[in-house]
T-cell receptor, first 112, second 113 residues
Framework: SQKIEQNSEALNIQEGKTATLTCNYT??????LQWYRQDPGRGPVFLLL?????KEKRKERLKVTFDTTLKQSLFHITASQPADSATYLC???????????FGGGTRLMVKP | NAGVTQTPKFQVLKTGQSMTLQCAQD?????MYWYRQDPGMGLRLIYY???????DKGEVPNGYNVSRLNKREFSLRLESAAPSQTSVYFC????????????FGPGTRLLVL
């Protein structure tokens, strides 16, 4: 069956360190993968999109990798700040009808 | 631009009551979506509308109906609410179906007693 897995346990890191979040998927062949940020009580906000033919994409302190062989995306936040504390969702194009399918999200806590 | 707006922000219903969740977008997007978010389950697609005049079922449509009133508005109706429909509901829009970025509203928190 199709599955998108993100670590359901919160990731706690110290300010200034690099946070790395993982998104694994099975039985999908997505043309692209997206990462969203969600703060408590708010809707998700789009951060980055990476296509299947791209290995890596960067935006300011954010970096995303996409390995279609491993069926995995890594999301990195360098020089993390307490303001980066949020839940991060990965989403990928499902196999049916171009719909986005979301992972359960990983909560990141950056401590000062 | 307000983006995607949703009303109400919070609602409590008794089992069997009905209600309509409202969503509007001012970005001239063609496609709109309704999701529910439950702890540990991620966002699950209830219904979507590829363009004005069309609606289709998503992953979890049972117990819901939708109306694409015009290009701006997409409403979600619960005809007979059940406790299993307690959730946070998000509306989203995108320029076209399968477009790469979806824009989300702030959500409606629904509690069914």
């Amino acid at each position: 069956s199709q599955k998108i897995e993100q670590n359901s346990e919160a990731l706690n890191i110290q300010e200034g360190k690099t946070a790395t979040l993982t998104c694994n998927y099975t039985n999908y062949s997505p043309a692209y993968l997206q990462w969203y940020r969600q703060d408590p009580g708010r809707g998700p906000v789009f951060l980055l999109l990476i296509r299947e033919n791209e290995k890596e994409k960067r935006k300011e302190r954010l970096k995303v990798t996409f390995d279609t062989t491993l069926k995995q995306s890594l999301f990195h936040i360098t020089a993390s700040q307490p303001a980066d504390s949020a839940t991060y969702l990965c989403a990928l194009e499902g196999n049916a009808g171009n719909m986005l399918t979301f992972g359960g999200g990983t909560r990141l806590m950056v401590k000062p | 631009n307000a983006g995607v707006t949703q009303t109400p922000k919070f609602q409590v219903l008794k089992t069997g009551q009905s209600m309509t969740l409202q969503c509007a977008q001012d970005m001239n997007h063609n496609s709109m979506y309704w999701y529910r978010q439950d702890p540990g389950m991620g966002l699950r697609l209830i219904y979507y509308s590829a363009s004005e005049g069309t609606t289709d079922k998503g992953e979890v449509p049972n117990g819901y109906n939708v109306s694409r009133l015009n290009k701006r508005e997409f409403s979600l109706r619960l005809e007979s609410a059940a406790p299993s429909q307690t959730s946070v509901y998000f509306c989203a829009s995108s320029p076209r179906l399968g477009a790469e970025t979806q824009y989300f509203g702030p959500g409606t928190r629904l509690l069914v007693l």
